[in-house]
């Protein structure tokens, strides 16, 4: 049987052929040959639902294990499927190890043999310290021997994160941008969401002038108002999709097409500069515009959707240190005024 003929759910895995079926949390390999009467009975019981897990204390095990605990179900949709990417990185290579038999110096080496990609480095570091805590859980790791995960020094952030667009920047871009280029750009800037929301914008959820939604990464429920430029830019756009930004016929655009148009604009961009800038940053571009016009951090979250300062200090930058500074000392010389006054 060859790989274009397995089954629905059934991968070739290294030499071996895997079940998978990542809704249900289930990655099962089949020891039967492929087409025989073994691997259809296997087939079916598998789909009709889960297999005991494996009694061997591995990495395998305790990822499938943690894959069925609260620590991973009541995680975000988005947050879900970050872990899942790491989780999967780490059953690759640790699968058939004994968590009891990785210790604080193991992590330390994957740490840093990650060091070129700081953000999947520390990713890895904080997916393993919620995988041990769940080993501990459930007998794999004595507690008293604690978490060896736990405490491995991550790799600190050199920037602010993402560089917003220069008024320089913005101003080539807008004249050589293709009309659905230019549809994300004003998209991201008038709504100051990120790109995987932005993309999945259906004109159904803009309503009364307002964008409806949840935040694919955290859940949350907002309510956005269109700033007037963007309305005005929407009343021009023509509605040939269920989504507001589409691909060929009509169907929501994906990420790497629109990703792929924003290069390739960029690429012919004069401007030394342009090269840095990605369509994220224009979520920082659309918090320091609400700092500029005098909004404070409730107000920026708000339209953001940040649960946090600490991130809003990053979008913000100096521009809300200048803006925050500026409306203090107004109302200290206020204050010193009607002092003088008594």
Not at 21 to 50: A, C, N, T
Not at 257 to 271: F, G, L, N, P, T
């Amino acid at each position: 049987m060859t790989k274009k003929n397995l089954p629905k759910y059934v991968y070739a895995d290294r030499g071996y052929i895997r079940f998978i079926r990542r809704d249900r949390g289930m990655s099962v390999m089949m020891k039967e040959e492929p087409g025989s009467i073994e691997f259809w009975d296997h087939y079916q019981r598998l789909l009709k639902g889960k297999e005991p897990l494996p009694t061997k204390r591995t990495f395998e095990t305790l990822i499938l294990s943690y894959y069925e605990s609260d620590r991973y179900t009541k995680r975000k949709p988005r947050t879900k499927q970050d872990y899942r990417t790491y989780l999967e990185h780490i059953r690759k290579i640790w699968g058939h190890i004994d968590p009891q038999k990785i210790e604080r110096h193991h992590i330390y080496k994957l740490h840093q043999a990650n060091a070129d990609h700081w953000r999947k480095a520390n990713y890895l570091v904080q997916v393993l310290v919620n995988i041990l805590d769940h080993a501990q859980d459930i007998g794999f790791l004595k507690k008293e021997h604690g978490n060896p995960a736990r405490g491995v020094r991550l790799f600190k952030q050199e920037s602010d994160g993402w560089e917003p667009w220069s008024d320089e920047v913005r101003e080539e871009f807008e004249r050589m941008a293709s009309p659905r280029a230019l549809l994300v750009y004003e998209l991201s800037l008038g709504l100051g969401q990120r790109i995987a929301d932005t993309l999945k914008i259906r004109w159904d959820h803009i309503d009364s002038g307002a964008y409806d939604f949840h935040q694919g990464k955290t859940d949350k429920p907002l309510w956005v108002p269109l700033t007037e430029r963007l309305a005005r830019f929407l009343d021009n756009v023509p509605r040939v999709g269920l989504t507001v930004v589409t691909g060929e016929h009509g169907r929501p655009a994906g990420y790497d097409a629109v990703s792929d148009d924003i290069r390739k604009i960029r690429a012919k961009m004069e401007h030394p500069e342009a090269g840095k800038c990605v369509l994220h940053g224009l979520r920082k571009n659309a918090a320091m515009e609400l700092y500029l016009a005098g909004c404070d951090d409730e107000m920026v979250k708000s339209v953001t959707g940040h649960s946090g300062v600490q991130m809003l200090k990053k979008y913000g930058g100096r521009v809300r240190q200048m803006e925050l500074a500026k409306r203090a000392q107004a109302k200290r010389d206020e204050w010193e005024k009607n002092k003088n006054r008594t």
